[in-house]
């Protein structure tokens, strides 16, 4: 594929000057300068997250992505880090384009990063959130339905995506649950204009998350997903498998939530860098069952740009807010 044609007609790529209207999820302990370069080089915004990690962790892993691509790419901070004030501090120092935060209200940052030139994206998981990162001058929001993998909120993607669209003047952007073109197509339809894709994004052949995680996910089915942690106000949803077990025991007790903290304390760690699938927390999405191969970042966006592009075609009847029929390099 050539180098892509910018949509820019299309609100995301226009705010973001990216071709395709396609998110890398932020995924922690994954999402580092080999993937989010990859998606950035491809025509997606890339995503480095910064997880709990420090500013020396960050900083090294902005430099290897600028060695490897001049493409936009994003920041994902998470407000509940332990060291988000020096990850925070980066996006000025380091100029960092774009910051997607998640774990919290980036109100204490917000200022500072616009000042910088920073498009702020927050991810929200109602439409009470859209509305106050609106007022605090988000440009965008990504909607995230509880599809997604890894730490979520109470609604689906089909219920909170248009009712944020209806509420906020800003572009937004659809998560949870989309793998492929017909996600993409979907989201659309419900008024989003762009997608934040994570789950797919594992089996891109530049993600260096462990092979066993890569095997788990290529092995997982529909319903082989469970949200832990929601009697205690945490969910999140992770591959079931031995440590899901342990969580359900500590429902079973009514434990407190310390309880489940400690359990989870490094699991997602153990899990992606580790290759411990079955005590640590594999973080995958509804969509799992979908995704089967590994492709490269290029692949699998041009892959879900193609089926995109021929549902528009053949389907002339749905009016999507995205914009008209994407553009494609050959």
Not at 154 to 160: D, E, S
Not at 201 to 224: G, P, S
Not at 244 to 251: E, T, V
């Amino acid at each position: 594929m050539t180098a892509p044609e910018l949509n820019a007609s299309n609100p995301v790529c226009g705010l973001l000057g990216i071709a395709y209207p396609i998110l890398q999820g932020g995924m922690a302990n994954i999402s580092d300068a080999s993937l989010a370069a990859a998606v950035s080089e491809a025509g997606g915004l890339g995503v480095i997250a910064a997880a709990n990690a420090g500013a020396d962790y960050v900083s090294e892993e902005v430099r290897k992505l600028r060695l490897a691509t001049d493409k936009p790419f994003a920041l994902n901070v998470m407000l509940l880090s332990p060291n988000v004030d020096e990850v925070a501090a980066l996006v000025a120092e380091l100029r960092i384009p774009v910051v997607v935060t998640g774990a919290g209200n980036p109100a204490r940052y917000a200022d500072a990063w616009k000042s910088a030139g920073a498009i702020l994206i927050p991810v929200v998981a109602s439409v009470a959130q859209a509305k106050m990162m609106e007022r605090l001058g988000a440009d965008a929001v990504v909607a995230e339905g509880c599809e997604s993998g890894g730490h979520i909120g109470k609604l689906t993607t089909m219920a909170l995506v248009p009712q944020v669209a209806d509420a906020v003047k800003i572009p937004v952007i659809g998560a949870g649950g989309v793998a492929d073109g017909r996600g993409l197509a979907a989201v659309f339809a419900l008024g989003a204009a762009g997608a934040q894709i994570g789950t797919r994004f594992l089996a891109a052949l530049e993600c260096t998350v462990h092979e066993n995680y890569k095997k788990a996910l290529f092995k997982a089915k529909d319903i082989d997903t469970v949200v832990t942690g929601q009697r205690v106000n945490n969910a999140c949803r992770i591959l079931k498998n031995d440590l899901s077990r342990r969580f359900d025991a500590l429902d079973a007790a009514n434990a407190p939530a310390e309880e489940y903290e400690a359990l989870g304390k490094g699991a997602g760690y153990a899990a992606a860098r580790l290759g411990d699938v079955q005590n640590g927390s594999v973080f995958i999405g509804q969509i799992a069952g979908l995704v089967k191969k590994e492709q490269s970042a290029e692949e699998i966006i041009r892959e879900i740009i193609l089926e995109y592009n021929e549902i528009v075609s053949s389907r002339l009847c749905i009016n999507l807010r995205g914009g008209v029929k994407i553009s494609i390099s050959t």
